[in-house]
């Protein structure tokens, strides 16, 4: 079984505003896609539509051929961690075993203390989400999603407020992850995103999408509609390679 | 003090005190961790359109209440699932729209409505052991409910969207715990009536929650909160020749100021 992702000339409209418009996009199993572009793009939009939250006005939303609504349990959704109420009396344990609700071996302990481990949230598990750092919460919902063993992860803004060095950190365990899981996150911090993904896209509503690692000026030009100067130290065209010499 | 519990109302008094606890902390708690206080608010204050229709068709009053307060539950509910960006507007008017209706429903009803006055600020001495029984069967639906959906009820009042990626059928989940929380207010007319049971809802589960780890310790420890308060009220009450309804409610008020002022000390001296 394939669990390839599939987009065809999805468009969607929140009341007569028109959010995103005719996406078409595929993404290969064990993926790691970036998607980039400016706040109020639809960024969040395309991965509530991915993990099945919204529907689209048009367009099909498939994971290895078959519709969404039926394949939601293959899709793990990592919210971003302001998505919740801070001081909800909550342990990190019982958030992350949220995770298995609804899902066959409700009871499986053993691979919740797996997931806790491989997000390095072991030594966490009894303390109060509230408590925690940015970094950390980030890493409970991912444990969180984990629990349920996606095929395909979905992160929205995994980076955002939280310091670089922790930053660091989460890309660097996604990567590990991505070695049998297609991950696909959106943010807007570019610079990030180039040095940990295969592949890069382009979101203002519309997605621009080469399937190469490589932003290109024209790509940010139409995505952020204004001209852009990239952070490559003189190399225009080529953000990637330069970033990742001086890691 | 031994000899208050010969009088009967005294004794039912006591037992639908620590009964209505029992479903005002359960319930108390998901009101104040999801933060639905002004829902609960509409949900509560349109009962008292039944209360008039009681009064009017000659029925028990708390019978109306029951099909206000969960008709208001079950509109709530609907308008959620709409999305709709003026809900609090309309939940304002579903309040309005319960208190006006009661309000005309007696001025139609010809004589004197004299113990309309405790159902809008509650007398618990005048509890009759039917009503007792009604309370306990209250308890018995909510306590079975919340353990039967614990973990789908904690999956959509800590992080609602999540849920719905689970494939968790949240708009239903919301359904019954809104009439849940319309079985509560039953409850709780009697007791502190509506126009202050809002706050025997919510101040019980505010305080718990200056302690509590986990949603099950805020359930305890919100119970406690409201035995304590419910029943020392009822003895202030009694001995003071004081309203019952407000005694319970500004000593619960007192509560979570001390209790307040405690925590904020505390974290203040290990800061």
Redesign the interface.
């Known amino acids: 079984m394939s669990f390839y992702v599939e987009l065809n000339n999805v468009s969607v409209k929140y009341g007569d505003s028109l959010i995103l418009e005719d996406i078409n996009l595929r993404v290969a199993e064990n993926e790691f896609l970036g998607i980039i572009g400016p706040n109020g793009g639809g960024k969040t939009t395309l991965l509530k539509v991915l993990?099945?939250?919204i529907k689209p006005k048009s367009g099909s939303v498939t994971i290895g051929g078959k519709k969404i609504e039926t394949q939601?349990?293959l899709?793990g959704?990592v919210?971003q961690f302001t998505?919740?109420?801070n001081?909800?009396?909550?342990?990190v344990l019982?958030?992350v075993?949220?995770?298995r609700?609804?899902?066959m071996g409700n009871e499986n302990d053993d691979q919740i203390l797996k997931c806790l481990e491989t997000m390095q949230i072991l030594n966490l598990r009894d303390e109060?989400i509230g408590n925690l750092s940015g970094g950390q919460k980030q890493r409970v919902l991912i444990a969180?999603a984990l629990v349920?063993g996606p095929k395909i992860l979905l992160l929205d803004e995994p980076t955002a407020s939280i310091d670089s060095k922790t930053g660091k950190s989460v890309y660097e365990l996604l990567n590990k992850l991505n070695e049998t899981t297609t991950i696909i996150l959106v943010s807007h911090d570019i610079g990030a995103i180039s040095r940990h993904v295969k592949k890069i896209g382009c979101l203002n509503k519309k997605l621009v999408y080469h399937d190469t690692k490589e932003i290109t000026k024209e790509m940010l030009e139409s995505t952020y509609q204004c001209p852009v100067d990239l952070i490559a130290h003189g190399i225009p065209h080529r953000v990637l390679e330069h970033h990742h010499q001086s890691i | 003090m031994i000899d208050l519990f010969q009088y009967d109302f005294f004794v039912n008094a006591f037992i639908a005190s620590i009964l209505a606890s029992i479903a005002c902390g359960i319930i108390g708690s998901y009101v104040v961790v999801k933060r639905i206080v002004f829902i609960s608010g509409g949900i509560s204050h349109s009962a008292y359109g039944g209360i008039g229709l009681g009064y009017f068709l000659g029925i028990n009053p708390l019978f109306g209440a029951l099909i206000f307060s969960l008709s208001a539950a079950g509109i709530i509910s609907f308008l959620r699932t709409r999305h709709n960006t003026n809900e609090d507007t309309i939940i304002g008017m579903l309040w309005a729209f319960g208190m006006s209706l009661g309000v005309l429903f007696i001025s139609f009803t010809p004589g004197y409505a004299g113990d309309l006055m405790s159902y809008l600020f509650g007398n618990i001495l005048t509890v009759p052991l039917q009503e007792i029984y009604i309370i306990l069967a209250i308890d018995v639906i909510i306590i079975l409910i919340v353990a039967l959906f614990f973990n789908q009820f904690l999956a959509i009042t800590f992080d609602e969207e999540y849920a719905r990626t689970l494939g968790l059928k949240v708009d239903l989940l919301y359904f019954i715990l809104f009439m849940l929380i319309a079985l509560t207010v039953i409850v709780l007319i009697k007791l502190v009536g509506i126009i202050l049971l809002i706050a025997l809802l919510t101040i019980p589960a505010a305080i718990a929650k200056h302690y509590a780890v986990s949603l099950k310790q805020l359930m305890f420890y919100s119970v406690a909160a409201s035995i304590i308060f419910t029943i020392s009220g009822l003895f202030i009450s009694y001995y003071l020749n004081l309203p019952t309804g407000s005694s319970i409610i500004l000593l619960s008020i007192l509560g979570y100021i001390l209790s307040y002022l405690y925590i904020t000390f505390k974290n203040k001296r290990y800061a």
């Open positions: 993990s099945g939250l939601k349990s899709v959704y919210p998505s919740f109420n001081d909800f009396p909550i342990n019982e958030v075993k949220m995770g609700l609804g899902k109060q969180r349920g």
